[in-house]
DNA sequence: TTGCTCCTCACGTCACGTGAGGTGGC
DNA sequence: TTGCTCCTCACGTCACGTGAGGTGGC
């Protein structure tokens, strides 16, 4: 038990841990390291046992553990740590969760415009408007799965398909408007593309067609095919489908 | 552009967004929000605008973008948002990373203790210790198959390499404190065994094997072993298996 | 005497939650 | 008049960073 008697002052110990002499502080404070001893002006004088304790915290608090509850476990050794642990790990996993759905969501955000033109503010709203809406009908799955076909389709294709969808939709609201009976040769034809289109998004999965459809019902025809398609027209395209 | 005299108060506001009207004030606070209008009594007033530009509060909040940020970017829709989000991104992803790896070593925390015994404070602390200094010297992969390799034996199996390997020791320094030549056959057939166990552990890995003995000459036989082996027994064994 | 170290306040960070104490009736 | 809503402070949260202003020499 020989060297018992070396002392550190908190800027030596900082040092030595890396710490800076704040955060030393700071552990006194919330009460998981205090200096044994003081000098006689007043300064903090730690013990090998202070410096033993102090590697102890930082090794709980490598872990993550709030100091809070670092102080509770070394003030009783006794109680149950395992507890504390795995709690502590189910926050964690929670914490874990939460960047990964994240960091997704950024992706499919960034993913949905090209490469590094800059993106106006409205542009961007409108797309998580979109995305939010989405991830209301489609399954985490489902998601994954149109993503997947878009990038495969690649942006060019899926400008053509947006394109197409625009020329579509104006020549079916034509014939509506020189009102054309829905079961007239002209008109089928054009629902014939219609399905074509819709299977080409869906990739012939019919839980994505469900969920598809589903949005609709319930978010109404505009607001989910975000304005391009005004009420009228799905629903003389429904009358041609049917 | 009828229904323009439309207003909210601030507790309709709240309720229809599912935010409390302390989250309301606090947006105001920080700018990113503020009601266009007050009653005579100065009670808060939202216009439709307001509205719609609490949603897109919302869908930047929801990319975990800061509000101050928010604010700026809504204060200047010009200033380009892309750089931002990417930025933005990078961030997330450290946080990920950092909640991978935080997860990863409780995992391996807990895989140290066998199921719901409860855990003395001063095992834990051995354990993190050991696996600090583990971090220091073997690579992620190779942590990860040492992991692995420790699940597929089974805890029945890892005791028993344990056991095995006190009574080597025992009997190896026995050898040693008797004098016996460490060429000797009977050292000889310990050294056997001895370079048997250190092949279970490594599964015949060469850097697992470079790592560990690193990690014996950097931190000290004593340390490295956590006091199980004296440095006079590894010498012991050097000498015998050169 | 001059630096360097140490000391004790005390405010700031981020996004709100939670009262306190008081007034008004979008 | 009684509730309910709204208002404005203002402190607390978590782990420190960053001065400010002053003293001591483990």
Known sequence: ????DKRWRIGELAEQSGLTVRTLHHFEEVGVLTASERSDAGH???TESDVRRLYAVLALRDLGLPLREIAKQLAEPDR????TLERHRERVQEQLDFFRRLDDKLRRVSLAF?????????????VIGLMNMHEKYYTDEQLEQLAKR???FGDEAIRKAEQDWVELIAAVDKERANGTDPKDPKVQELA???RELIEAFTGGDPGIRASLQK??????TEKASR??????VMEYMNRAMS
Chains 1, 2 share one sequence.
């Open 80 to 83: 149950d740590l395992s507890s």
């Open 114 to 126: 090209e490469r590094p033109t800059d993106v106006s503010t409205e542009d961007l709203l409108e």
């Open 150 to 152: 878009r990038e495969e």
């Open 44 to 46: 903090r004088l730690f």
């Open 227 to 232: 304005g391009t398609l005004k009420p009228e």
């Open 1 to 4: 038990m020989e060297e018992n």
């Open 215 to 220: 949005m609709y019902e319930q978010e109404g």
């Open 192 to 194: 014939l593309r219609w």
